[in-house]
């Protein structure tokens, strides 16, 4: 990489294509000790698989996080998993250098901090229990169920389409009755890499994230996300540069999703991609 007005030696960091990227970089780089990593956990710190319940943080993951993580104000991990799923899926548990993690889960509505090594959060919406009891009938009437499955989240109901026949076929045919049944009970529609969550209105990864970075005092961001759930976080920090906080959106390559990839300041190469980053911003922050 070129030296973003020469801050350091960064021949391992990559570019970042945008001014705006390049300014949120050398802002992280000059300041770390006030910058913020806020992180999604699917499709960016650990690969997408079919079975999400087997799904695992990159091996290289948390080890660049412990190493990075003394070295800034926060790391943030936001996901639309529960708190302490992610937490377990992640191993991010009694890791020496990541006593100040917190998991933002369930795009917010969870929080389990490190330095506790509790969860915190409100009570279930009663929309999911009806969203719960009603479903199975909608995917059988809708006629999506060979190779459709519904994710258990607690908070939130997820509908699985990566296993159908056709999984964008199925995806798009569900995407009317999902939404209609989650409305009638108060809940919205999250679409994703296949799936379709069901959850509570009102939190999502631009709000969860704009909490935190206040409640720390940040003055530079950088996010790291893969799929349509990460872009209102990458609106809250479009509005934050407008306002004069440095920031820099990073996306975590997929060629399911582009319209992160179009709004990114850098485009990395999936998990993978991610811990290269992480790698190289701890070796060129003190």
Not at 136 to 144: E, N, Q, S
Not at 166 to 188: C, K, N, S, W, Y
Request: aromatic share 4%.
């Amino acid at each position: 990489m070129g030296n973003p007005d020469n801050t350091a030696d960064d021949s391992t960091l990559p570019v970042p294509v945008t001014q705006a990227g390049r300014d949120g970089l050398r802002a992280l780089l000059q300041r770390p000790r006030t910058a913020v990593i806020g992180l999604d956990f699917d499709g960016t710190l650990a690969p997408i698989v079919a079975d999400p319940d087997q799904a695992r943080a990159h091996p290289g993951a948390v080890p660049a996080l412990a190493v990075l993580a003394p070295k800034v104000a926060s790391v943030a991990v936001v996901t639309g998993r529960p708190a302490g799923v992610a937490v377990r899926n992640g191993g991010f548990a009694g890791v020496p250098g990541l006593e100040h993690l917190v998991v933002l889960g369930h795009y917010g509505a969870e929080r389990w901090d490190a330095a506790t090594g509790t969860v915190t959060a409100p009570a279930p919406h009663p929309g999911i229990a009806a969203v719960r009891a009603e479903l199975p009938g909608v995917l059988d009437r809708a006629g999506a169920w060979p190779g459709t499955w519904i994710e258990e989240k607690g908070r939130a109901v997820a509908v699985h389409t990566r296993r159908a026949e056709d999984p964008e076929a199925a995806f798009e045919t569900l995407r009317a009755p999902l939404t209609d049944l989650a409305t009638r009970h108060g809940l919205i529609v999250e679409p994703g890499r296949l799936v379709l969550e069901l959850r509570p209105p009102g939190m999502d990864k631009g709000v969860a994230l704009l909490d935190h970075l206040r409640a720390t005092g940040a003055e530079s961001v950088l996010y790291a996300g893969d799929d349509l759930g990460d872009l209102p976080a990458f609106a809250a920090l479009e509005k934050l540069r407008s306002e004069g906080t440095p920031s820099l959106l990073v996306c975590s390559g997929s060629s399911e999703v582009t319209e992160l990839a179009e709004r990114a300041d850098l485009v990395v190469d999936g998990p993978e991609g991610v811990v290269d980053l992480l790698n190289a911003l701890a070796t060129h922050t003190e």
